[in-house]
């Protein structure tokens, strides 16, 4: 069974940062990709930003130029580093790890962690 747990959110003022964190842990063979995703009250799930095992990234309009996503491949990571962060960002956000082949080799998986939320209010 593979599992994705997001952490790293929380209250912060208009103009700040923070960082989130995930991490896929079980018996995981390999992830193909891994993004943020976001979704805000009342709206729907918003694609924040994607990477591949590769290293290769793809953004969202609406984050692009504040957010940066990393992983670390070797320990099924993945980071969010959100700067100049605005009330309209307040959300829940929510990690997805996509193309993940267990460690039996049968199949990929879809695994969607259950989110953290980020509040912008001052």
């Known amino acids: 069974q593979v599992q994705v747990v997001e952490s790293g959110g929380g209250l912060v003022q208009p103009g700040g940062s923070l960082r989130l964190s995930c991490s896929a842990a079980g018996n995981i063979y390999s992830i193909y990709a891994m993004g943020w995703y976001r979704q805000g009250p009342g709206m729907t799930r918003e694609l924040l930003a994607t990477?591949?095992?590769?290293?290769?990234?793809d953004y969202g309009d609406s984050v692009k130029g504040r957010f940066t996503i990393s992983r670390d491949n070797a320990k099924n990571m993945v980071f969010l580093q959100m700067n100049s962060l605005k009330p309209e960002d307040t959300a829940v956000y929510y990690c997805?790890?996509?193309?993940?082949?267990?460690?039996?080799?049968?199949?990929?998986?879809?695994?969607w962690g259950q989110g953290t939320q980020v509040t912008v209010s001052s």
């Open positions: 997805n790890a996509n193309g993940v082949v267990p460690a039996t080799h049968e199949g990929y998986l879809d695994v």
């Open positions: 990477i591949t095992s590769g290293g290769y990234t």
